[in-house]
C-alpha cells in the first residue's frame, strides 16, 4: 500500500482522514479512503455509485464516526482518481461489470492491512448496491448489509429496455461500444443539472455541497456511461436478479421520488430477502443519505442502530416495508 491524495479541503468528514493506492490482481490501480480509524463499534465498507469518488462520502464518514464507526470508501475503476479504462477519461466504462469484483478483494485486503476494527458491514449506493449484492452473494466478510437506492435493476420504460439490450449489444458488433449511451454526455452531471431538475437531492446545501467538489477538482468527475458499460451493466442486473438473497441481515433505503433505478426489482428484492427490511423514504429522491438534515440524519441513526444490532431486523419473518417518516412520528 502507498499513500494516495485525499482532499479533505472538499470532503468534510473526520480530521484523520487518509488514503492509499491498492492494485487490483488484474493490475488496475484504485484507491481507498479511511476515516476515524479508531473506531470502537466496528468498520463500515462505503461502496460508491456510478460517478462517485472518495471525497463526496466524507459528510457520510462523519455521520458514521459520530455513531462510533470507522468508514473505508473505493474509487471504483473507471472513476475518481482510480485508473481509467480507456482514452476518455470522462466516460464511464468498465470491461466486465464483475471486475469490480476484484475492487472489492483489494478493499478487503487494504482493510486487513490496516487492521481496521471488527465487526465490518456494508453500505452500498446506486452502482454500488449492484456491486455489493454480488459481494455479499458471494460471501464477502461482512456481518450486515445496508443498500441505499441500489442499482439492481435501471430506470426506464417498458418500450425502451428492448432498445437498450439491442443498441447496446449492437454497439459492439459495430465497434461503437465506447461511445456514450443515448441521453448522456461527457459533462458531470452536477455540472450541467439545474438543481430545480436533479433526481438527486432535495437538499440545496448539499447540491451544492457536490457542484463544489467537481469544480475543485473536475480530475474526480466522469461523464455518462460508454453504450458498453450499459450492456455490463444490463446484464449484471438481470444475472443478479435470478440469485436468491443470502442469508444475512439487510437493510435498503429507498426514496419514494426514486427516478434512477428499477424500483420494482428493489421491492421484489427486499420482498423475498431473508430478515430483510426495506424503508421508504417519503419525498427522497436517488440520494437520501445526501438530502436534507433531517432526513440524512434521521437514516444515519437508523443504519447505526441496525449495524449495532439494536434495530428491528426482523429476522424471523418477510422483508418489512415501512415509510421512514411514519416511523419517525411514532418515535
Given at each position: 500500500m502507498k499513500e494516495a491524495p485525499l482532499f479533505s479541503d472538499i470532503a468534510q468528514g473526520p480530521d484523520d482522514g487518509a488514503a492509499w493506492w491498492m492494485t487490483t490482481a488484474d493490475g488496475v490501480r484504485i484507491r481507498v479512503g479511511l476515516w476515524n480509524r479508531g473506531a470502537t463499534k466496528g468498520t463500515v465498507f462505503l461502496f460508491p455509485g456510478r460517478?462517485?469518488?472518495?471525497?463526496?462520502y466524507g459528510i457520510a464518514a462523519a455521520h458514521l464516526a459520530d455513531c462510533g464507526y470507522a468508514t473505508l470508501v473505493i474509487d471504483w475503476r473507471g472513476q475518481g482518481l482510480a485508473?481509467?479504462?480507456?482514452?476518455?477519461?470522462?466516460?464511464?466504462?468498465?470491461?466486465?461489470?464483475?471486475?469490480?469484483?476484484?475492487?472489492?478483494?483489494?478493499?478487503?485486503?487494504?482493510?486487513?492491512r490496516l487492521d481496521l476494527?471488527?465487526?465490518?458491514?456494508?453500505?452500498?449506493?446506486?452502482?454500488?448496491?449492484?456491486?455489493?449484492?454480488?459481494?455479499?452473494?458471494?460471501?464477502?466478510?461482512?456481518?450486515?448489509?445496508?443498500?441505499?437506492?441500489?442499482?439492481?435493476?435501471?430506470?426506464?420504460?417498458?418500450?425502451?429496455?428492448p432498445v437498450a439490450w439491442s443498441l447496446s449489444w449492437s454497439s459492439r458488433r459495430f465497434g461503437m461500444s465506447h461511445f456514450y449511451a443515448p441521453g448522456t454526455a461527457p459533462q458531470n452531471y452536477v455540472l450541467t443539472e439545474p438543481f430545480e431538475t436533479n433526481k438527486l437531492t432535495n437538499d440545496r446545501e448539499m447540491y451544492q455541497y457536490m457542484i463544489n467538489?467537481?469544480?475543485?477538482?473536475?480530475?474526480?468527475?466522469?461523464?455518462?456511461?460508454?453504450?458498453?458499460?450499459?450492456?455490463?451493466?444490463?446484464?449484471?442486473?438481470?444475472?443478479?436478479?435470478?440469485?436468491?438473497?443470502?442469508?444475512?441481515?439487510c437493510l435498503t433505503l429507498l426514496g419514494s421520488d426514486e427516478q434512477i433505478v428499477d424500483v420494482a426489482r428493489v421491492h421484489d428484492r427486499m420482498a423475498h430477502w431473508p430478515g430483510g427490511r426495506l424503508e421508504m423514504v417519503e419525498t427522497g429522491r436517488h440520494e437520501t443519505l445526501m438530502d436534507s438534515p433531517d432526513m440524512r440524519g434521521r437514516l444515519f441513526r437508523m443504519l447505526c442502530q441496525f449495524y449495532s444490532g439494536t434495530g428491528d431486523s426482523n429476522a424471523n419473518g418477510p422483508a418489512r416495508q415501512a415509510s421512514v417518516a411514519h416511523q419517525a412520528r411514532k418515535s
Amino acid at each position: 500500500m502507498k499513500e494516495a491524495p485525499l482532499f479533505s479541503d472538499i470532503a468534510q468528514g473526520p480530521d484523520d482522514g487518509a488514503a492509499w493506492w491498492m492494485t487490483t490482481a488484474d493490475g488496475v490501480r484504485i484507491r481507498v479512503g479511511l476515516w476515524n480509524r479508531g473506531a470502537t463499534k466496528g468498520t463500515v465498507f462505503l461502496f460508491p455509485g456510478r460517478t462517485e469518488y472518495i471525497e463526496k462520502y466524507g459528510i457520510a464518514a462523519a455521520h458514521l464516526a459520530d455513531c462510533g464507526y470507522a468508514t473505508l470508501v473505493i474509487d471504483w475503476r473507471g472513476q475518481g482518481l482510480a485508473d481509467r479504462l480507456q482514452d476518455d477519461v470522462m466516460s464511464g466504462h468498465v470491461h466486465r461489470f464483475t471486475d469490480y469484483q476484484m475492487d472489492v478483494a483489494a478493499m478487503v485486503e487494504a482493510a486487513h492491512r490496516l487492521d481496521l476494527p471488527r465487526p465490518w458491514h456494508l453500505l452500498a449506493h446506486s452502482m454500488g448496491g449492484c456491486i455489493g449484492l454480488r459481494a455479499v452473494m458471494q460471501g464477502m466478510e461482512v456481518q450486515s448489509c445496508a443498500f441505499s437506492g441500489p442499482m439492481w435493476g435501471i430506470a426506464m420504460a417498458d418500450a425502451l429496455r428492448p432498445v437498450a439490450w439491442s443498441l447496446s449489444w449492437s454497439s459492439r458488433r459495430f465497434g461503437m461500444s465506447h461511445f456514450y449511451a443515448p441521453g448522456t454526455a461527457p459533462q458531470n452531471y452536477v455540472l450541467t443539472e439545474p438543481f430545480e431538475t436533479n433526481k438527486l437531492t432535495n437538499d440545496r446545501e448539499m447540491y451544492q455541497y457536490m457542484i463544489n467538489q467537481a469544480t475543485a477538482h473536475p480530475e474526480l468527475g466522469i461523464g455518462g456511461p460508454s453504450l458498453h458499460w450499459l450492456h455490463e451493466a444490463l446484464h449484471e442486473t438481470r444475472s443478479l436478479a435470478r440469485r436468491p438473497s443470502p442469508d444475512m441481515p439487510c437493510l435498503t433505503l429507498l426514496g419514494s421520488d426514486e427516478q434512477i433505478v428499477d424500483v420494482a426489482r428493489v421491492h421484489d428484492r427486499m420482498a423475498h430477502w431473508p430478515g430483510g427490511r426495506l424503508e421508504m423514504v417519503e419525498t427522497g429522491r436517488h440520494e437520501t443519505l445526501m438530502d436534507s438534515p433531517d432526513m440524512r440524519g434521521r437514516l444515519f441513526r437508523m443504519l447505526c442502530q441496525f449495524y449495532s444490532g439494536t434495530g428491528d431486523s426482523n429476522a424471523n419473518g418477510p422483508a418489512r416495508q415501512a415509510s421512514v417518516a411514519h416511523q419517525a412520528r411514532k418515535s
